[in-house]
């Protein structure tokens, strides 16, 4: 396993343009050698955090990260694939070039001859064509130009990749597509994901464990299958029941049982309980510490007892 844990990454802030705040508290998680740890819950609750954290794009401003490593001694260098492909892509660069940049600053290619053939193999990889990397990111579609995204992350021969809702701009359809190509690339590069998603049939499809986060914590992590058979947190449960309709557009924002406080403004005791429909008085007075159950899930929440 490959562990990734911020035990006092305390008021960790993150601050984007409409000085929207985001902070993770306590985070640990396990992301299985070349399997797939998806962190899932509603927008705002701190999973892309999490995920910038560990591709390095954001660091602490206070508190402390620690990553183990893999079998070989060696921290994973992580890419990282967006949710919006166009605007990770530069919209006045050939595709070719896109996916050339990080073969040659890595110095991974020496002539322009290997470079364009790497390229050209990048690309058949995710479904394009050769021809494909004469064009500009806007000649393709919201599904192909994910698959660009993914042969430039592939470029750099990671073996860990981050994953911040990278189908959920895409339809439905295209969606199975995209992370079909993500399994498949998956098995055949031995690459490891954690991947973010609101969407939990997405994350079933897709992960191994599952670490649910409320309001920058993680409340439940477990086995994929165990978590969707037996949810043992309030939060994950409703998680479950709200699993969109197939036919239904997808959306980051889940209403059933309430909105999700302000991250400035955290209740107090379990972060759930103005929303838990279990609360008792100790739920508003004392936060739930994290405990292990036989199964080898773990879970935050005063009710959980060992079945
Ligand atoms: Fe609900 Fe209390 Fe458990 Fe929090 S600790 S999830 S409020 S029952
Ligand atoms: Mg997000």
């Known amino acids: ?17 409409r000085q929207h705040l985001q902070a993770v508290n306590d985070i640990s998680f396990e992301v299985p050698l070349g399997g797939c740890l998806s962190l899932v819950g509603e927008s705002g609750c701190g999973k892309s955090t999490v995920a910038r954290l560990v591709t390095g794009l954001y660091s602490a401003n206070s ?16 890419q990282m694939i967006f949710q919006d492909p166009y605007a990770s892509l ?8 896109i996916i050339a940049e990080p073969i040659r600053e890595l110095k991974l290619r020496k002539s322009a001859a290997e470079i364009d053939e790497r390229v050209v193999e990048l690309l058949k990889t995710v479904g394009l064509s050769a021809s494909d990397g004469q064009k500009f990111p806007h000649e393709f579609s919201g599904g192909q130009r994910q698959r660009i995204s993914i ?6 021969e990671p073996r ?21 190509l993500m399994r498949r690339l998956q098995d055949e590069f031995g690459l490891t994901y954690l991947f973010i998603s609101h969407d939990m049939s997405v994350v079933r499809h897709m992960s191994d464990r599952i670490a649910v986060m409320y309001l920058g914590r993680i409340v439940e992590e477990g086995d994929t299958e165990e978590l969707f058979a037996r949810p043992r947190h ?15 557009p997808q959306r980051d924002r889940i ?11 955290p209740p107090s005791g379990c972060p759930f309980h103005p929303r838990c429909p279990s609360a008792t008085a100790r739920c508003s007075a004392e936060l739930p510490k994290v405990r292990t159950l036989a199964s080898g899930t773990r879970v935050a929440c005063h009710l959980v007892q060992e079945d």
Do not use: H
């Open 1 to 17: 396993t490959f562990d990734v844990s911020a035990p006092w990454l305390n008021r960790l802030v993150e601050r984007k343009p």
């Open 63 to 78: 508190g402390k990260m620690q990553f183990a490593s893999g079998p070989d001694g060696k921290t994973l260098s992580a």
């Open 90 to 97: 530069n919209p006045r660069w050939r595709v070719k070039n």
């Open 151 to 156: 042969a430039r992350a592939l470029a750099s």
């Open 160 to 180: 860990f990749l981050v994953c911040d809702e990278p189908t959920s701009a895409l339809d439905v359809s295209v969606q199975a597509q995209v992370l079909n």
């Open 234 to 248: 309030p939060y994950t449960q409703l998680l479950l029941q709200t699993i969109p309709n197939i036919e239904k």
């Open 255 to 265: 209403t059933a049982g309430g909105e999700v406080p302000s991250p400035f403004k």
